[in-house]
């Protein structure tokens, strides 16, 4: 069942940026840890990010640290992706996900498996 609403993506040249944005019901939202994957063409879903319910506490997949940068608006119920100095190697479906099994915790899981709404995910291709 999907919960979640990606948005934002596209087709950008290397070295230029890109902000994703996703919508999330009240109940994948609320008090949760939200996070964005991604799954790159004949590769597995990786994690990129994820945020407190707070918007307090982040954390980053390490290669990726100083060019993407999660936030959320807790008044939109939205969590974003901004993306900068991106690279052919960025290219795939970005997916955002939210943790809604324990609520109000300050975790931030990296797992795939901890996360249990989605969305359909959006195109993020990176080319000349």
């Known amino acids: 069942q999907v919960h979640l609403a990606e948005s934002g993506g596209g087709l950008v040249q290397p070295g230029m940026s890109l902000t994703l944005s996703c919508l999330a019901p009240d109940d994948s939202f609320n008090g949760n840890a939200l996070a964005w994957f991604r799954q790159a063409p004949g590769s597995g879903r990786e994690f990129v990010a994820a945020i407190s319910w707070t918007g307090s506490s982040t954390t980053y997949a390490d290669s990726l640290k100083g060019r993407f940068l999660i936030s959320r608006d807790n008044a939109k119920n939205t969590v974003n992706l901004q993306m900068s100095n991106l690279k052919p190697e960025d290219t795939a479906i970005y997916y955002c996900?939210?943790?809604?099994?324990?609520?109000?915790?300050?975790?931030?899981?990296?797992?795939?498996?901890?996360?249990?709404?989605w969305g359909h995910g959006t195109q993020v291709t990176v080319s000349s």
């Open positions: 996900a939210a943790k809604t099994t324990l609520r109000r915790t300050m975790n931030l899981p990296t797992q795939e498996k901890e996360y249990n709404h």
